[in-house]
């Protein structure tokens, strides 16, 4: 079982940065698909970005260009660089773990991201 913690959300203008780190814990997240999804107010959630434990990329469309994925196995980390935000990246980001041979699931408890001038 991996427990999954976020930090990193905050207030920022639109354009600038800010970085996502998720840390596991419990078991080692080398073997799992790594993910951001987010969700705004209203809306379904969607996937941000993801790594696989190949170290191959998926980002959403929304975000491609922008936000770069990212994962450090030694420190059982993945982070979420994200530039050049904008009012529409606002929403409540969640860190996910999918162990793909066994589709077993987890995901942190979310923070809030708010780009806004």
């Known amino acids: 079982q991996v427990q999954l913690v976020e930090s990193g959300g905050g207030s920022v203008q639109p354009g600038g940065s800010l970085r996502l780190s998720c840390v596991g814990s419990?078991?080692?997240?080398?073997?799992?698909?790594m993910g951001w999804y987010r969700q705004a107010p209203g809306k379904q959630r969607e996937l941000v970005a993801r790594?696989?434990?190949?170290?191959?990329?998926d980002y959403g469309d929304p975000v491609k260009g922008r936000f770069t994925i990212s994962r450090d196995n030694a420190q059982n980390t993945v982070s979420l660089q994200m530039n050049s935000l904008k009012p529409e990246d606002t929403a409540v980001y969640y860190c996910?773990?999918?162990?793909?041979?066994?589709?077993?699931?987890?995901w942190g408890q979310g923070t809030q991201v708010t780009v806004s001038s």
């Open positions: 996910n773990a999918i162990r793909i041979v066994t589709m077993a699931e987890y």
């Open positions: 419990g078991t080692t997240i080398r073997f799992y698909a």
């Open positions: 790594i696989f434990s190949d170290d191959t990329t």
